[in-house]
């Protein structure tokens, strides 16, 4: 008898009660290992990712849980060959393997860089800028985002054991949150590997993640409303958790990604003799064939011109012949194995009933020449074509988890648009067209039911990344039938963990909440230049008000002449007078930008490096010649670089004139020493 899959719970390897359930190889039908998780403790479970993994998790700020995730993604990529032994038993080609173990790993590193460049060092995120609320500035709104004191529960489908924990654990880590991971039975052996080995590091804080191998059993009932549950498997099992009492009545937010009949289009300017021809038809042969079909956002309907389909059929049959089904990791081979033989069952159960309104043009459900493999023991399984008759309603029903494919035609652009949007919502389309307007109608009719939309032609094939292959840094999800839910899409995954709030008060208390400075809220003067202060001597607030400087008619004409910036607003008297907005003569907006910059500036070397730029640039009022203007500058936002010796420094910048009104308001950001002299200077 193989070995037991074991759980790890609150710091120790658990093994269930029973000798557990077999788990089989793919390709060879022997036993892998046993699965069970009979006798855990499902209540300390959840008590140990509250108390212990979410305290030790949100202790740290986000640019410090990136570091860690971006160590943990180069721990796992050292280690990663045991997991392709491991994955080939799945039935994975190496292809399959790289995208479900590379794309895991690639995924974490995605999160751990958008971490640090678009988090700040922080525990908390603001949500866009503030809301005035009153009309003297001394009442203010801002939204924070902020972690919750609860675990992020995840199960997952059996098709990504490795990138469907990953996905999941990245962001919700980033997000403060201790995951509990519940891998799918079938190639749970690959997950409890991966898990063996991210514990083994150390590098994450303990508590932050729990694994569960075997029956999610009353977990769910642990769960309370700072706890959220992200599911990925079927619509069938989705219904079950949606009625959870848990859910229902208990505040558990639950995320579904279930099934999805996803399309691919072919554009009705498309001719045989075009490259886009040959693109549809290959991505739709990649889309059926790689991981054997069995991916969420693989291609289910073929959607062709009807004047066309013929051609399609057949060009599509012609590739198909050319893929090798066996033994994975036999090099001819290009589709290996279903997960399982009860998987086998299912697709060609539902190859039966797609029967009922299609007819197979290429394929034999019950039939496959396999290499290197017994056909009887694995689960091979032929691809499948089949050819939709005119009023086919189960192709948009019927999901087959595995290498099958239907063709449908249609007749118009608005028939497409209606047959894709029969799926009730799936996760990706792909429009394959080169016609600009076939590109608008169809992917603005198309995009309400889905939630990502690919548009492949001769331009971007080269760096196209595919149909099938959902990426961190875009949203994985569909509406409808798809689940509903929204899963990577960037930094956004990260946001869905937290809680959003609304703070509202005055500037101070905004300040002092936040940790970053408001408009309206107390500034420091005092006699030293808050450019000459390193970071550790910088406070939130210190601010600097400067000399006032008259800008003069030769000024303009001067940086008019030097600039090239001869706009006749700055140059034709007449001309600007008879502009409203104007009135006559005014300043460039980037010389009243330049001037302020002489007016606030320490000229001399010290701990402020450099300025990387300016954000939120505004010019509010036109400075006329013989004008005066003063600039305000308060230090707003303070961001240390855990890698650097130096951290960035946001300031908020007011240029008024000499009646009080703003003329620009910006931020300038700046490079700023984080010990002054730095050390090795003097
Ligand atoms: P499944 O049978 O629904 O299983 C999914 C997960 O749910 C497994 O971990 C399973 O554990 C667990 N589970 C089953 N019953 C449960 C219950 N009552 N309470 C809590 N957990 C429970 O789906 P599957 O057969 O593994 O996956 C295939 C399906 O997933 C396909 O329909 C496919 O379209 C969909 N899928 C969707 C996406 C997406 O991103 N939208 C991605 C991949 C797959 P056990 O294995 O231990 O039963």
């Known amino acids: 008898m193989s070995a037991l899959l074991e759980s790890y719970i609150a710091g120790q390897w658990f093994r269930a009660q029973d000798e557990g359930e077999p788990v089989v190889d793919a390709v060879t039908g022997e036993e892998v290992a046993r699965v069970s998780s009979r006798g855990l403790d499902y209540a300390a479970l959840v008590n140990?990712?509250?108390?212990?993994?979410?305290?030790?998790?949100?202790?740290?700020?986000?640019?410090?849980?990136?570091?860690?995730?971006?160590?943990?993604?180069?721990?796992?990529?050292?280690?990663?060959?045991?997991?392709?032994?491991?994955?080939?038993?799945?039935?994975a080609t190496r292809r399959d393997s790289m995208v479900d173990i590379d794309g895991g790993i690639g995924t974490v590193f995605s999160y751990a860089s958008k971490g640090t460049r678009e988090l700040p060092n922080d525990t908390i995120v603001l949500d866009g800028r503030f809301e005035p609320l009153g009309k003297q500035g001394t009442f203010l709104g801002q939204?924070?985002?902020?972690?919750?004191?609860?675990?992020?529960?995840q199960i997952n489908a059996f098709n990504f054991p490795v990138w469907g924990m990953l996905e999941k654990l990245a962001p919700a880590f980033l997000a403060g949150l201790p995951s509990i991971v519940k891998p799918a039975s079938q190639t749970a052996y690959l997950t409890e590997a991966v898990v063996r080995r991210i514990l083994e590091s150390g590098i994450l804080p303990e508590g932050s993640i729990q694994l569960v191998c075997g029956s999610a059993g009353t977990l769910l009932d642990e769960l309370t409303e700072q706890d959220c549950v992200a599911f990925t498997g079927s619509a069938h099992t989705a219904a079950i958790l949606r009625n959870h009492s848990s859910v229902l009545h208990g505040g558990v937010r639950l995320g579904v990604e279930a099934d999805s009949l996803n399309s691919a289009i072919l554009?009705?300017?498309?001719?045989?003799?075009?490259?886009?021809?040959?693109?549809?038809?290959?991505?739709?042969?990649?889309?059926?064939?790689?991981k054997a079909g069995q991916k969420c956002t693989a291609i289910r309907r073929v959607l062709v011109p009807v004047d066309i389909a013929d051609e399609v059929v057949d060009a599509i049959s012609a590739k198909l012949a050319k893929v090798t089904v066996g033994n994975p990791s036999d090099d001819s081979v290009r589709m290996g194995a279903l997960a399982s033989l009860a998987q086998r069952d299912e697709v060609r159960k539902a190859v039966e009933a797609l029967g009922n309104a299609a007819d197979i043009v290429f394929g034999d459900p019950n039939q496959v020449d396999v290499v290197g493999a017994d056909a009887e023991k694995g689960a091979f399984l032929s691809p499948v074509l089949l050819r939709a008759r005119p009023g086919a309603v189960e192709p948009h029903d019927i999901e087959p988890f595995g290498p099958v494919a239907t063709v449908l035609s249609y007749g118009s652009i608005a028939e497409a648009v209606e047959l894709a949007a029969r799926g009730r919502g799936s996760l990706v389309v792909s429009l394959v067209s080169h016609d600009p307007q076939v590109a608008r109608d169809v992917a603005l009719g198309v995009a309400p039911w889905h939630g990502r939309l690919l548009v492949l032609d001769r331009d971007d094939a080269g760096e196209s990344t595919g149909h099938g292959s959902p990426l961190p840094v875009l949203?994985?999800?569909?509406?409808?039938?798809?689940?509903?839910?929204?899963?990577?899409?960037?930094?956004?995954?990260?946001?869905?963990?937290?809680?959003?709030?609304?703070?509202?008060?005055?500037?101070?208390?905004?300040?002092?909440?936040?940790?970053?400075?408001?408009?309206?809220?107390?500034?420091?003067?005092?006699?030293?230049?808050?450019f000459r202060k390193s970071l550790a001597e910088l406070k939130i607030g210190d601010s600097i008000e400067s000399d006032s400087r008259q800008v003069t008619l030769d000024d303009i004409d001067h940086f008019a002449e030097f600039t090239g910036d001869t706009f006749y607003a700055h140059t034709d008297p007449e001309a600007a007078a008879a502009n409203a907005l104007f009135g006559g003569i005014v300043a460039h907006g980037y010389l009243v930008v330049s001037l302020a910059a002489g007016l606030f500036v320490e000229p001399n070397p010290g701990p402020v490096?450099?300025?990387?730029?300016?954000?939120?640039?505004?010019?509010?009022?036109?400075?006329?010649?013989?004008?005066?203007?003063?600039?305000?500058?308060?230090?707003?936002?303070?961001?240390?670089?855990?890698?650097a010796d130096y951290g960035e420094v946001r300031w908020d910048a007011v240029v008024i004139n000499q009646e009080g009104a703003a003329v620009a308001t910006y931020d300038v950001l700046t490079l700023v020493a984080k010990t002054w002299p730095q050390e090795g200077q003097n």
Request: aromatic share 6%; charged share 20%.
């Open 48 to 91: 140990h990712a509250r108390s212990v993994g979410a305290p030790a998790i949100q202790a740290l700020t986000f640019h410090e849980r990136a570091g860690l995730l971006k160590s943990l993604a180069k721990h796992l990529g050292g280690v990663k060959d045991e997991f392709y032994a491991l994955s080939a038993r799945t039935g």
């Open 143 to 153: 939204h924070i985002y902020i972690s919750r004191p609860g675990v992020a529960v």
């Open 267 to 290: 554009g009705p300017d498309v001719m045989t003799t075009d490259p886009e021809f040959d693109l549809f038809v290959k991505s739709v042969v990649t889309e059926m064939t790689v």
């Open 475 to 530: 949203v994985h999800g569909g509406p409808g039938r798809a689940g509903g839910g929204e899963e990577l899409g960037g930094i956004r995954a990260v946001l869905h963990h937290m809680q959003r709030t609304a703070i509202q008060g005055s500037p101070d208390m905004l300040t002092a909440v936040t940790g970053q400075w408001f408009t309206g809220s107390r500034r420091r003067g005092g006699e030293v230049h808050p």
């Open 609 to 643: 490096l450099a300025n990387f730029g300016v954000d939120n640039l505004r010019f509010l009022t036109p400075v006329k010649a013989e004008d005066t203007i003063r600039v305000t500058l308060t230090v707003k936002q303070i961001i240390p670089r855990s890698s």
